[in-house]
């Protein structure tokens, strides 16, 4: 049985937002790691669409090589994209979902060996609401955003988390691990 993982990146006042944040080589590393120990990743609409910049730099000879390892591993791995305005998606290791959130991933926590990634703010919210999630990594960029989504609006009820472990990178940024603790 798999684990379902919730990585996003976030800033110190709790945005998450694509442009507000340290996008360098030891980051990129890490996510090809994580992206490496997973059997499927799932996006909602938003992010997946933001995450096809990535099959760009497969192209770019340019770019720098923790970049590539990135590109090749999120061109690798299964994406599974929740939206309900897309009719198709063109990506060869990306598909439609085809049910509910909730049937896929519990279905996905029982067929796969390895984790199971949410990649998009909607998509952890919705999972964390349901108790679906195994693990919350939070990735946490030192700096204060002057604007952008809040991480955790909308979400239902108070939770509670035991801190798994840190990781600290030389460039600031403070990884967190956390275990929901249910009935918290």
């Known amino acids: 049985m798999s684990k379902v993982i919730a990585a996003i990146n976030v ?7 694509h442009t507000a944040g340290i996008a360098d080589e030891v980051l990129h590393q890490h996510y090809t790691k994580l992206l490496a120990e997973a059997d499927a ?13 990535w099959r ?16 090749v591993a999120i061109n690798r791995i299964p994406k599974i994209v929740f939206s309900h305005t897309l009719k198709s998606v063109d990506w060869a290791s990306a598909s439609l979902a085809k049910g509910e959130l909730k049937e896929t ?4 926590r ?5 984790n199971v990634l ?22 946490i960029h030192p700096l204060i955003a002057s604007k952008g989504l809040q991480l955790f609006e ?12 840190t990781k600290t990178f030389n460039n600031g940024i403070l990884m967190l691990y956390y275990q929901p603790l249910v009935g918290g």
């Open 105 to 108: 991933i519990l279905n996905l």
């Open 41 to 53: 990743i799932l996006y909602g609409k938003t992010t997946y669409q933001l995450m096809e910049y």
């Open 11 to 17: 800033t110190i006042n709790g945005v998450c937002d």
């Open 56 to 71: 760009t730099v497969l192209d770019n000879s340019a770019e720098q090589q923790s970049m590539k390892d990135f590109a």
């Open 110 to 114: 029982r067929t796969e060996e390895k």
């Open 118 to 139: 949410i990649g998009s703010r909607s998509l952890i919210i919705q999972a964390l609401n349901l108790n679906l999630v195994d693990e919350l990594q939070l990735c």
């Open 154 to 165: 909308n979400i239902k009820q108070q939770m509670m988390f035991k801190l798994l472990k």
